[in-house]
Every structure is written in structure tokens, then in C-alpha cells.
């Protein structure tokens, strides 16, 4: 990452000390056991947050994401993604949710109807997302890339696809098949089993991993 480009994004930092009920000074304490170290620690934290736009010097910066990281993944809830260093340097931007997946059929929503997952990474900037409505009642977001090339990375994983032809989009254990094609089978998230086949020896227009998931909270 370029020196000259990087800055603590103090916003993350102020709605993840709300969403855990603490305050910084607590952070460190949970963390830091020498009263001097903390005092020393709270205030290099606070110059490197409030630092003024602008500021070329850097120095401390990437250490500090990196401390928040692992300071608040200890305190996340465990169906949260982790934290990265990137996550408190980067700018969160805003994706598309483009469908919902039910056991593996995916419905895509009217253009109309598309709306923007917000607070999102910015590696993750060229990305959709899906709503998949869980087996157990649990719904998650997960984040994928539409367009790229089906590839090998796609053979025995969990993957978005979309035929070719009909461009019906397909959320599941993908499988190859003779001469380049693909069947794409459920997984039984209890048992860890593939179920049933949601789609036999068809050609993909595009596929791709899950690059994120996070816990899709209903508003």
C-alpha cells in the first residue's frame, strides 16, 4: 500500500466502538495490563486517529490498523466476518444486492427493486451481493464478482454461477462435467452432504467464489 495514501478511518472505528459498547480507553485496557503503557498507548491511539488531512507521516499507521484488527476481532460476535488491517485504512463503499438464493435457485430482483449494501470494503468495490436464505433460519450476505471466466477455481467449491442461454443464476457445489460443463448440487448445511442436483451438465456464462460473508440483519 502507498505510504502517502493511507489513513485511519476514524468513522469505522467510532460505529465499531458503538456496535460493542466500548470505549477506546477500554479497548486498550483489555489489552494493554501496564497503567503506563496504557496511558502511553491511548494517547499515540488518538494522534494517529485525529490526525489532521493532509498529513504526509505515516509512520504508526499500519501498525495501528493492525492492532485494531486483532483487538476487535477478539470482541466480535463469532457469526461476524473478521476484521483486516485494510478494513480500518479503506473507505467503505456501497455494492449492489442483485438476488436472493433459496436452496440454491437464485431469483434476481428487478432493477427497481436492486438496492446497496452499504459499509462495505473497498477491495470489494467491483462486487454484487446475495441474499441466501438459510436452512437454519439464518440469512447471510454474501459477496461475489459477476463476469469472471469459468475456471478450474471453481471446481468443487460453493459458487455463484449463471447459464448460458437462459442466464438463470445458480448459488451451489459446483461439479465438472464432461467437455467444460457444469452440474451444480445443494450442500446440507447440517450434514455437509450434497442433497440434491439444482442443475445438470449445463455451460456457464460466468462464475465465482464468495469473496465475504456477513450476517444479513433485517431492517
Known sequence: MNNQMVAIQKDKIELLKQRYKITMKDLIRKNVHNKKDIENKNIQINRLINEKKGTIR???????????????????????????????????????????ALEGNMTAYPKSKIWMLKDVDEQFSDCHAFIDVG???????????????????????????????????????????????????????????????????????????IYQIRLYKKS
Open 135 to 209: 436452512q437454519n433460519l439464518t440469512d447471510f450476505v454474501r459477496i461475489f464478482k459477476k463476469g469472471l471466466k469459468p475456471s478450474t477455481t471453481l471446481h468443487y467449491n460453493m459458487c455463484v454461477v449463471q447459464e448460458k442461454g437462459t442466464k438463470k443464476m445458480y448459488w451451489g457445489y459446483v461439479i465438472p462435467s464432461q467437455a467444460g460443463r457444469f452440474s451444480i448440487t445443494d450442500m446440507n448445511v447440517v450434514t455437509g452432504k450434497r442433497d440434491t442436483f439444482i442443475a445438470k451438465d449445463i455451460d456457464l456464462e460466468w462464475g465465482s467464489k
Open 58 to 100: 505515516n509512520f504508526g499507521k499500519l501498525e495501528l490498523a493492525e492492532t485494531l484488527s486483532h483487538w476487535f476481532n477478539k470482541i466480535k460476535k463469532a457469526d461476524e466476518p473478521r476484521f483486516t488491517p485494510t478494513y480500518f485504512l479503506q473507505k467503505p463503499v456501497e455494492i449492489p444486492v442483485i438476488a436472493t
